[in-house]
């Protein structure tokens, strides 16, 4: 089955506790992305990569942390996580032959509180 | 910077009856991607329907279309005989040459049996 996995689906932390994020892709896609999602402000991108070894910042890169080693992996890392770093993550792909970006897929999202 | 703006945080509809989502967007590319994306309580991002730019037609799936008016930059989507498994969160989005993302805020919509 053709998905984007994430792991953990839930995660409580507390401030200054370095966290990983794990992202997964089974459909060879080159893009990947993380995004962040904040009641009343919709999703806002943190990171993408177009392809291994090939990172750009989003919206709100700031306290975080990407790599591509590997096409089908994307963690995400907070180095040291702080409160307003709560908030509900999601990983997606997408196959990317041009600009711009095609349809991507959502993991199923990662609920992450910071206390 | 392009911008999505989704000036209806909520609506509702009557089962079986139509609605409109409005989307609004700023940007001075030519070339660039809109979608719809719906998210309903288990939270899961799913694609409703998506607009390529230089195509002219809008956009159909099923009960679900969109009125894309480039030179307005306006990209509304049609919701025809709403179900009560409509009632989601609703996300216009763009992409477009920086190979970025970009989301309205969203609009929640409730759907009255």
């Known amino acids: 089955e053709a998905q984007v996995t994430q792991n953990p689906r839930y995660l409580i932390t507390v401030t200054g506790k370095k966290l990983t994020v794990t992202c997964s892709q089974n459909?060879?896609?080159?893009?990947m992305s993380w995004y962040r999602q904040d009641p009343g402000l919709g999703l806002r991108q943190i990171y993408y990569?177009?392809?291994?070894?090939?990172?750009d910042k989003g919206d709100v890169p700031e306290g975080y942390k990407v790599s591509r080693k590997e096409k089908r992996n994307f963690p995400l890392i907070l180095e040291s996580p702080s409160p307003n770093q709560t908030s509900l993550y999601f990983c997606?792909?997408?196959?990317?032959?041009?600009?711009?970006?095609?349809?991507?897929?959502f993991g199923p999202g990662t609920r992450l509180t910071v206390l | 910077a392009q911008t999505v703006t989704q000036s209806q945080p909520e609506m509702s509809v009557q089962e079986a009856e139509t609605v409109t989502l409005s989307c609004t967007y700023d940007?001075?590319?030519?070339?660039?991607?809109l979608f719809w994306y719906k998210q309903p309580p288990s939270r899961q991002m799913i694609l409703v329907i998506r607009?390529?730019?230089?195509?002219?037609q809008n956009a159909t799936e099923n009960r679900f279309s969109v009125n894309f008016q480039k030179a307005a930059k306006s990209f509304s989507l049609k919701i025809s005989d709403s179900q009560l498994g409509d009632a989601a969160m609703y996300f216009c989005?763009?992409?477009?040459?920086?190979?970025?993302?970009?989301f309205g805020a969203g609009t929640r919509l409730t759907v009255k049996p």
């Open positions: 990569s177009m392809n291994v070894e090939v990172t």
């Open positions: 997606a792909s997408s196959f990317l032959a041009s600009s711009p970006t095609d349809t991507q897929y």
């Open positions: 989005a763009y992409s477009g040459n920086n190979n970025d993302m970009r």
């Open positions: 940007t001075s590319e030519s070339d660039y991607y």
């Open positions: 459909m060879n896609h080159e893009y």
């Open positions: 607009q390529e730019a230089y195509k002219q």
